[in-house]
T-cell receptor
């Protein structure tokens, strides 16, 4: 069975701090995709990144960076110099192949960035 | 490019009443999804359409929930009759056929069943 675990339920930081959101996944598929979505208070889920299982290169996009490590089945997300606008719930998700082509979601990590 | 449109944004009904939600996906997106998101949880897929055909409705409570996507564009999700446990946010998402699984979400409809 496939599973996504986001062990951190809530994180609170002060503006300009760096923060890392953890994501650990389980799958037996060799081909799969991992995602991060952001859900601000407005409710809309905003796509942030997709990573396929054959691409372990880390990615940086502005203040956001992602560390994908197949050896530990982790896909962690770091926000550098956090801002109040980063306050949201962040979801990690996984989709497999074959009969597992359904997005499996973690429970989300609620990030509060305080001024 | 316009995003996924959903209406209404909020709905309050009493149990046993009926309710319907509407979704207009991003133009050209063949695949449409309805999710239920209960507070504090990740989204749960209710139904997936590709064009106007159902791909997956295994988690749709078919005794009370129904969905259709006539003409392969807009979609409606209906609950009849509603129960207290149906209180949730109902999210619609769409994706193009060659998106490699990226789903784009609407703002959702927050349903409160009293």
């Amino acid at each position: 069975a496939q599973k996504v675990t986001q062990a951190q339920t809530e994180i609170s930081v002060v503006e300009k701090e760096d923060v890392t959101l953890d994501c650990v996944y389980e799958t037996r598929d060799t081909t799969y995709y991992l995602f991060w979505y952001k859900q601000p208070p407005s409710g809309e889920l905003v796509f942030l990144i997709r990573r396929n299982s054959f691409d372990e290169q880390n990615e940086i996009s502005g203040r956001y960076s992602w560390n994908f490590q197949k050896s530990t089945s982790s896909f962690n997300f770091t926000i550098t110099a956090s801002q109040v606008v980063d306050s949201a719930v962040y979801f990690c998700a996984l989709i497999g192949s074959g009969n597992n082509r359904k997005l499996i979601w973690g429970l989300g990590t609620s990030l509060a960035v305080n001024p | 490019e316009a995003g996924v449109a959903q209406s209404p944004r909020y709905k309050i009904i009493e149990k046993r009443q009926s309710v319907a939600f509407w979704c207009n996906p991003i133009s050209g997106h063949a695949t449409l999804y309805w999710y239920q998101q209960i507070l504090g949880q990740g989204p749960k897929l209710l139904i997936q359409f590709q064009n106007n055909g159902v791909v997956d409705d295994s988690q749709l409570p078919k005794d009370r929930f129904s969905a259709e996507r006539l003409k392969g564009v807009d979609s409606t999700l209906k609950i009849q009759p509603a129960k207290l446990e149906d209180s949730a946010v109902y999210l619609c998402a769409s994706s193009p056929l060659r998106s490699k699984n990226i789903q784009y979400f609407g703002a959702g409809t927050r349903l409160s069943v009293l």
